[in-house]
Nanobody, 115 residues
Framework: QVQLVESGGGLVQPGGSLRLSCEAS????????MGWYRQAPRKERELVAR???????SFGDPVKGRFTISRDNAKNTVYLQMNSLKPEDTAVYYC?????????WGQGTQVTVSS
C-alpha cells in the first residue's frame, strides 16, 4: 500500500520561508516522479512543482524563482523549499507520486501566509 505523508506546513508571515517534506512508502521511490500541488479555497488544484526520477524539475508560474523542489532517494522523501512566501500561497499542499501509470496523493498539509 502506497502512503505519502506530508509535514512541515504551518503559519508564516509574508516574506518568510517554509520547507515541506513528503515521505513515501510502499513505492519504488527512486523510480517515481514526485510533485507538489496546492488547492486554495474555491480554487482548483494546481501544480506547484515536480521532479522526475532523473532529477529534472519544473514549476508552476506563480512560484518560479521562489520555490525549489528536491528529493532524497535514500530517505524516500521529496522536499519543497518555499521562500518569499505571499498571502496568495495560502493553500493545502499535496504530495503526488506517479509510478507505472498510477498516481498517488498524500492527505495534504495546510500552509497559511498571513501577518
Amino acid at each position: 500500500q502506497v502512503q505519502l505523508v506530508e509535514s512541515g506546513g504551518g503559519l508564516v508571515q509574508p516574506g518568510g520561508s517554509l520547507r515541506l517534506s513528503c515521505e513515501a512508502s510502499g513505492i519504488s521511490f527512486s523510480l517515481a516522479a514526485m510533485g507538489w500541488y496546492r488547492q486554495a479555497p474555491r480554487k482548483e488544484r494546481e501544480l506547484v512543482a515536480r521532479i522526475t526520477s532523473g532529477g529534472t524539475t519544473s514549476f508552476g508560474d506563480p512560484v518560479k524563482g521562489r520555490f525549489t523542489i528536491s528529493r532524497d532517494n535514500a530517505k524516500n522523501t521529496v522536499y519543497l523549499q518555499m521562500n518569499s512566501l505571499k498571502p496568495e500561497d495560502t493553500a493545502v499542499y499535496y504530495c503526488n507520486a506517479i509510478r507505472s501509470r498510477y498516481t498517488y496523493w498524500g492527505q495534504g498539509t495546510q500552509v497559511t501566509v498571513s501577518s
